[in-house]
């Protein structure tokens, strides 16, 4: 409990629930794993430095659509929080739900919620910064370009990176930090919108192993497991093949979809075959019955998964890893980009199969 009471000193003594109809079902602040991996360590461990000189107060930079719930996550769990977006509007919903957490006195005293002007500001005012931003060239802006967080970094502060980057982006972000005597752990994660919302994120961690003991209750407040994969980059490299397979995953799917409807099936049918058999994915059959009807709610958008093929062969080229199957599917998304897709979600990569069809009709 000790390292809970270090993040979130008020509630961890007092913690009674929240009158909030969306709070959380799973333990909060819980030390225990609920995953268990072979390069995980149990948070309650002995010796974690600095621990003593965390006042609880935690930041968060980028509210899109996973860090938005995330953050939101943090404060239902009765963690301080200062956020900061670059689009300001976007903290205004969380700053309602903030509002209404703390709508008595009594849960006042329990939960506070501040924006702050720049990454800077946040860092130099929070003891743990989160960053979950959209890509390599954002993510090297907020942590290290005018105002950002590393300006705010100091010794006894950590800055944890949750945002999906490459290998290089991840080690110059962590020189930058580390510079300042302050503590790095990228951890990007796995899980979509869905899982952001109810603390089901997978975390893929590796830097500061102290940092990512001390962080450990949040992550387990965020998330349903994390791995700590050891020196910085293997959490990025770790993410990036995951989603170059899932990328390829994706493509292959549409091509299923599409093909079983030229020859006469209904595809609402394939996709419950496929959804029985040694080939099912949740993602098959989260996503296929909206593919069907040509409709894509943006959980994970197109951009970002091109963003992760392009850099996902960056790290096979890098190990001279032939990748042929991402390669081919990193050009359909490339096509689906230039039809407007981009912000639409990943699935709607389809669409790119549809267009070249009637091309080569
Ligand atoms: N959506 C998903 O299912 C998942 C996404 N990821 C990864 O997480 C990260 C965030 O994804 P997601 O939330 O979906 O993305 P969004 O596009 O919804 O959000 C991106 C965030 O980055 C900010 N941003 C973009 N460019 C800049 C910039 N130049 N300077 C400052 N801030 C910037 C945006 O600010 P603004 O609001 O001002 O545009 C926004 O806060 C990405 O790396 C993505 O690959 C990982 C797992 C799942
Ligand atoms: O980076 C996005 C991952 C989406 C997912 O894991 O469902």
Request: glycine share 8%; hydrophobic share 40%.
């Amino acid at each position: 409990m000790a390292l809970c009471s270090a993040f979130c000193p008020r509630i961890s003594t007092n913690f009674r629930p929240k009158p909030f109809s969306s709070f959380p079902s799973k333990p909060l602040l819980s030390l225990s794993f609920k995953v268990f991996s072979s390069q995980a360590t149990d948070a309650s461990s002995q010796g974690v430095p600095f621990a003593d000189k965390f006042s609880g107060r935690v930041g968060f930079l980028g509210l899109g659509i996973m860090g938005s719930p995330m953050a939101l996550n943090l404060i239902k769990a009765g963690c301080d929080v200062i956020v900061w977006n670059r689009t300001k509007s976007k903290c205004d919903p969380l700053i309602s739900l903030g509002a209404n957490l703390c709508a008595s006195s009594a849960e006042a005293a329990l939960c506070c919620y501040w924006y702050s002007s720049s990454p800077e500001e946040v860092a130099a005012n929070c003891d743990v910064t989160f960053a979950m931003l959209a890509d390599p060239e954002s993510a090297i802006d907020v942590a290290c370009g005018k105002n950002g967080a590393v300006s705010g970094m100091g010794p006894g502060k950590g800055y944890v990176d949750v945002s999906t980057v490459d290998v290089a982006t991840s080690k110059l972000i962590n020189e930058h930090i580390k510079a300042r005597g302050a503590l790095f752990l990228e951890a990007p994660v796995s899980g979509s919108k869905k899982p952001a919302e109810d603390g089901q994120l997978i975390f893929l961690t590796a830097g500061d192993r102290s940092l990512y003991e001390l962080v450990s209750p949040l992550l387990d407040i965020l998330g349903k497991s994390r791995f700590y994969l050891g020196e910085v980059g293997n959490g990025a490299a770790m993410k990036l093949v995951v989603n170059m397979i899932m990328g390829s995953m994706m493509a292959s799917f549409s091509e299923g979809i599409l093909l079983s409807k030229k020859v006469g099936l209904d595809p609402s049918v394939l996709v419950e075959v496929v959804s029985q058999g040694a080939i099912s994915a949740p993602m098959y059959s989260l996503k296929g019955p909206s593919m069907v009807k040509s409709q894509y709610p943006t959980a994970f958008p197109l951009k970002h998964q091109q963003k992760d093929l392009r850099l996902a062969l960056g790290l096979a080229e890098s190990v001279s890893q032939s990748t042929p199957i991402a390669a081919a599917a990193n050009e359909l998304y490339k096509v689906a980009k230039s039809y407007g897709l981009s912000d639409e979600d990943f699935s709607a990569v389809i669409e790119a199969l549809k267009a070249k069809s009637q091309d080569t009709a």
